[in-house]
């Protein structure tokens, strides 16, 4: 989004929007993208491991036990989405100012 948009953010800059502003725009762009993308990933690897366990009971029910998911693990899994978009946000405002830096 950067490489896209750097026309208009060294505009932006030139007519004095303050580096933090610019930066939130997309750090905020990021944390949605992230988090969509979070969801996406937990909810296609729940779907291959729940189709894994399935083949696997059917070669041999014997060599994967009853699957449980104790509240642990389900509110770790539930945090994955959230800190999957902090991440993305956190990367994009640090990019984002550091090329702002390098414009003044």
Do not use: N
């Not at 729940?50 to 070669?59: D, F, L, M, S, Y």
């Not at 946000?89 to 090329?99: P, Q, S």
């Amino acid at each position: 989004g950067l490489a896209a948009h750097r026309g208009a953010i060294a505009l932006l800059h030139q007519i004095g929007a303050g580096d933090g502003y610019i930066a939130r725009q997309f750090a905020l762009e990021a944390l949605g993208l992230g988090f969509l993308g979070g969801l996406l990933g937990l909810g296609l690897a729940l779907l291959a491991l729940i189709e894994i366990g399935a083949w696997v009971r059917v070669a041999d029910p014997l060599l994967v036990p009853q699957p449980t998911l104790a509240p642990a693990d389900l509110a770790l899994l539930l945090v994955l989405p959230p800190a999957t978009g902090l991440v993305a946000m956190a990367t994009a405002w640090r990019t984002v100012m550091h090329w702002l830096r390098r414009l003044a």
